[in-house]
């Protein structure tokens, strides 16, 4: 598995952040308004990858007081770190979507709320991409001196 570029995420999240922008020009005022519990679950999740990545990091490079890891969990992590980056792109893209539409109707009350649960949740999801590159950078195995994998860690 090769690590997660920044630019796919970035062409992703403004893909979908357009269309859901498109969309909304038709539909917005046909759905409801935007939950806000978004935000603590997305900040959760990029805490849970974040506190991940310190843990897991400690135990590759065989910090003091820290078991062995496991091949196989490392490798999880890396995966779920990597889905976890790509998700936290399109919903942030759909949020963004949601953003650039009601800062236009500002002056309303609903579309003033939308614009800061939307914003509020736009921002959790850029926090989940973080600590996902975070968690998926802690997965890597540490170098030697020549700049090569250290054998001992695999």
Same mark, same amino acid.
């Given at each position: 598995?090769?690590?997660?570029?920044?630019?796919?995420?970035? @062409?992703?999240?403004?893909?979908?952040?357009?269309?859901?922008?498109?969309?909304?020009?038709?539909?917005?005022?046909? /759905?409801?308004?935007?939950?806000?519990?978004?935000?603590?679950?997305? /900040?959760? /999740?990029?805490?849970?990858?974040?506190?991940?990545?310190?843990?897991?990091?400690?135990?590759?490079?065989?910090?003091? @007081?820290?078991?062995p890891v496991e091949p196989l969990a490392v490798a999880r992590?890396?995966?779920?770190?990597?889905?976890?980056?790509?998700?936290?792109?399109?919903?942030?893209?759909?949020?963004?979507?949601?953003?650039?539409?009601?800062?236009?109707?500002?002056?309303?009350?609903?579309?003033?709320?939308?614009?800061?649960?939307?914003?509020?949740?736009?921002?959790?999801?850029?926090?989940?991409?973080?600590?996902?590159?975070?968690?998926?950078?802690?997965?890597?195995?540490?170098?030697?001196?020549?700049?090569?994998?250290?054998?001992?860690?695999?």
């Amino acid at each position: 598995m090769k690590p997660t570029k920044p630019l796919p995420l970035v @062409g992703i999240f403004v893909v979908v952040g357009l269309l859901t922008w498109a969309l909304l020009q038709r539909s917005y005022s046909m /759905l409801p308004t935007v939950p806000w519990t978004a935000i603590p679950t997305v /900040l959760l /999740l990029a805490a849970g990858e974040l506190i991940s990545g310190v843990g897991t990091r400690n135990r590759i490079r065989r910090r003091p @007081g820290t078991k062995p890891v496991e091949p196989l969990a490392v490798a999880r992590l890396a995966a779920l770190a990597k889905a976890s980056a790509y998700a936290g792109a399109v919903f942030g893209g759909v949020f963004a979507g949601f953003v650039l539409h009601v800062t236009q109707m500002l002056e309303q009350a609903i579309p003033l709320r939308d614009f800061y649960v939307t914003g509020g949740s736009l921002l959790a999801c850029v926090a989940l991409v973080c600590a996902a590159l975070f968690l998926e950078y802690c997965c890597r195995i540490p170098k030697d001196e020549q700049g090569q994998p250290d054998e001992q860690q695999r």
